[in-house]
């Protein structure tokens, strides 16, 4: 019946766990725009690239939010009822990754508003998904496609 | 800290536009030129249903893309002769501007004779499914 292909067997995870990582992604966003322009602001940031770069390439579950989430919080609720595809959260890692390395640049260079603009946008992706479930990477991701492959073809 | 109020506010207008607009069954105009039609189907190897066809376009960075597709399989299962079937937007991207998707999924109902009758774009709700469905006999 379907026609999607995977090559590899895909890894899954605990939803739940990549909408608490959402929700820890974006006070520490919102700590940095509070905080910013500052010393603290930077270093907080350069944290959260850190973090967004593990998620990029070791995958949304390796992170340290997913481990707090592991050790903390899935022991008191429970196994997953249904579990979700690992890729576009990493996806998303990945676009909150290069928003983030963006603002730090900003910040060190000291273009103060291009930092919390970066910010700002990566804080609207982080909260997108932790309150509403939306994923903004997602959606980017099929505008893109559409205009990439129009232009080739 | 201006910045951080105006990022919340647009978020949460964003937010909630977003969602209100997910899972919405939409039904298209009649006669409309260069309408999805099912016959579209079978150059992308997608056999047609005798009751009705069922197409779900997905990306392979899709949060909503499985659980959307579990509904639909399991609202089509009570009906005779829908098929459901996932078309991958990578592997036919053309799609993507023939059939004008902004977002995945997006869930086209086709009726036996092949004519596009709803379209539902983003996460899709059991009774939006439903409603889609009936609208297919």
């Known amino acids: 019946m379907t026609t ?10 605990d939803p739940r766990g990549a909408r608490f990582g959402a929700g820890v992604t974006s006070l520490v966003l919102l700590v940095i725009l509070i905080l910013a322009p500052s ?19 070791r995958g949304p579950a390796s992170g340290p939010y ?22 576009p959260p990493r996806f998303a890692q990945g676009v909150g990754l290069v928003f983030a390395a963006v603002g730090l ?49 | 800290m201006i910045a951080v109020f105006v990022t919340l506010a647009l978020t949460l207008v964003l937010g909630t536009t977003l969602r209100l607009a997910q899972g919405r069954v939409r039904t298209p105009r009649a006669s409309s030129s260069g309408m999805p039609h ?40 009570g009906r005779s002769g829908v098929a ?12 993507l501007k023939t059939w004008n998707v902004l977002q995945a999924p ?15 774009g983003g996460r899709a709700t059991r009774r939006g499914i439903e409603t889609a469905l009936e609208g297919l006999v």
């Open chain 1, 105 to 153: 640049l900003g910040f060190l260079l000291g273009a103060d508003v291009v930092g919390v603009v970066a910010v700002a946008f990566a804080l609207v992706a982080a909260l997108l998904n932790a309150v509403f479930g939306l994923c903004l990477g997602c959606k980017v991701y099929v505008l893109g496609l559409r205009v990439i492959r129009s232009r080739t073809a």
């Open chain 2, 106 to 120: 997006t869930t086209f109902f086709f009726d036996p004779k092949g004519n596009l009758v709803a379209r539902v």
């Open chain 1, 39 to 57: 010393v603290a602001a930077l270093a907080v940031l350069g944290w959260q690239v850190l973090v967004f770069a593990i998620g990029a390439i």
């Open chain 1, 66 to 87: 997913s481990l707090l989430y592991r050790k903390v919080v899935r022991p008191r609720i429970g196994p997953p009822s249904e579990t979700e595809d690992a890729a």
């Open chain 1, 4 to 13: 999607q292909t995977s090559t590899t067997q895909a890894k899954r995870i």
């Open chain 2, 38 to 77: 099912a016959a579209d189907l079978r150059s992308m190897g997608l056999d047609p249903g005798d009751g009705g066809t069922v197409v779900e376009v997905t990306t392979a960075q899709c949060s909503d893309c499985e659980s959307t597709y579990r509904i639909l399989v399991d609202a089509a299962a």
């Open chain 2, 84 to 95: 459901v079937h996932q078309l991958s937007a990578e592997q036919f991207p053309a799609v």
